[in-house]
């Protein structure tokens, strides 16, 4: 019988800008296996999360370490883009978890231009475990000199400076807009609390449990209160209660995703009524839909834009910054990028998507012409 051999390209991911290196990591002793790609260091040593899930794959990983290439340059922060996953439940038993992840931090000790960050199924323990071993890791517990940027508000805050500058580009008055979060975790409440700041209304918010609304408004302190103490948004006194879905249907104008990728799709576009998006989440919409969207007039902020207080932040950490520098970093930067991306967007009549990448790209390049080995 003739059998076929299937050759797998193992570079079919490489193109000009990376990966760089891609290490499969297994420690049967420990019942570690690990993938780390590092993608790209033209800008400096790549920053960018582990992810532990027992579903992880080598692609997601070099899809996740391409989004952080595209997203630190975007944010104009001395780092390149590099990812990696953990094959495993995040909710085994924490001991178990430890020997995990310091027998992953033992095998990427000798790769200097990777340094880890907390991600899905990883958190700051995780990478004060890290660092203990390595000598390296970003979004490390406050007690070994971390900045908690989930508990500050790192990301919801960035998301509102880009509200900000977005409110001035399409002639929308933030104080009074009426605004719906989908997602009221640690970026969506923050970015709630700083938009009310500013005057807008919060006019719904949603959670794995279902949608609060009130037309008049929510209150924002209430709801964060609530969430803080492990309760659903349900438990709240007042508003209307309705199913999860319903957040899509929400008569506002600014819409924040904050929780799952492709909540927005091609079936379910015509259902957003706002005029922004700012993306909290990360990819919350197709490709399909964000174009849709756009040619409605609907402006959408992209994720990487938007989104990138978090990475900025563990970057001023990792310089050795305070939490004042880290606030002042996230909103100087990305006040600064998204301007530069809806201006472009418009000049060029390109999805701001488009001019997103286009800005990250010419970072990139501009880093690799100064290198040797590019
Ligand atoms: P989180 O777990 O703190 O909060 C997520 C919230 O979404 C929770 O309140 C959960 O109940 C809710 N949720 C989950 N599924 C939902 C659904 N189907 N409908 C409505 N609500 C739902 O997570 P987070 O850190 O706030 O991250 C949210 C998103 O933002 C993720 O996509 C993440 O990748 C992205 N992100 C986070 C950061 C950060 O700094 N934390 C930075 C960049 C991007």
């Known amino acids: 019988m003739k059998t076929e051999r299937v050759v797998e390209d193992v570079f079919r991911f490489s193109d000009e800008f990376g990966p760089a290196r891609i290490v499969h990591i297994h420690r049967p002793s420990a019942g570690l296996k690990a993938i780390a790609v590092i993608d790209n260091t033209a800008c400096g040593p790549a920053v960018g999360g582990v992810r532990m899930a027992p579903d992880v794959s080598l692609e997601e990983c070099f899809r996740l370490a391409r989004a952080m290439t595209w997203k630190n340059a975007a944010a104009g922060l001395s780092h390149g883009g590099g990812k990696s996953v953990i094959f495993g439940d995040p909710r085994m038993p924490a001991s178990h978890k430890e020997q995990i992840i310091r027998a992953f931090a033992d095998s990427i000790r000798d790769l200097t231009d990777y340094i880890p960050g907390p991600d899905m199924g990883t958190d700051e323990l995780c990478m004060g475990w890290i660092k203990d071993e390595t000598g390296r890791a970003a979004g490390l517990p406050s007690a070994v000199g971390g900045i908690p940027l989930n508990e500050i508000g790192a990301t919801g805050f960035g998301l509102a400076a880009a509200v900000e500058i977005a409110c001035g580009h399409i002639g929308l008055e933030l104080n009074g807009a009426r605004f719906a979060v989908q997602g009221f975790g640690a970026v ?187």
């Open 188 to 374: 969506g409440k923050h970015a709630a609390r700083f938009l009310a700041q500013e005057g807008a209304v919060l006019v719904a918010a949603s959670d794995t449990g279902g949608t609060l609304a009130d037309p008049a408004g929510l209150d924002v302190s209430a709801l964060v209160a609530l969430k803080d103490s492990g309760r659903p948004l349900h438990d709240h006194p007042r508003g209307q209660k309705l199913d999860g879905d319903a957040i899509l249907d929400i008569d506002c104008d600014i819409w924040i995703p904050a929780a799952r990728p492709d909540v927005v799709r091609a079936d379910n576009v015509h259902r957003i009524k706002a005029r922004l998006m700012p993306q909290g989440a990360n990819i919350p919409c197709t490709s399909e839909a964000e174009k849709a969207l756009h040619e409605r007039g609907v402006l959408v902020i992209p994720d990487f834009i938007a989104n990138a207080g978090g990475v900025i932040c563990a970057a001023t950490e990792f310089h050795g910054g305070t939490e004042r520098t880290a606030f002042d970093q996230i909103d100087t930067r990305i006040r600064t990028n998204t301007r530069l991306v809806l201006e472009d967007s418009r000049h060029r009549s390109v999805l701001p998507r488009d001019a997103a990448l286009a800005l990250a790209e010419r970072r990139v390049r501009a880093a690799m012409e100064t290198r040797r080995w590019r």
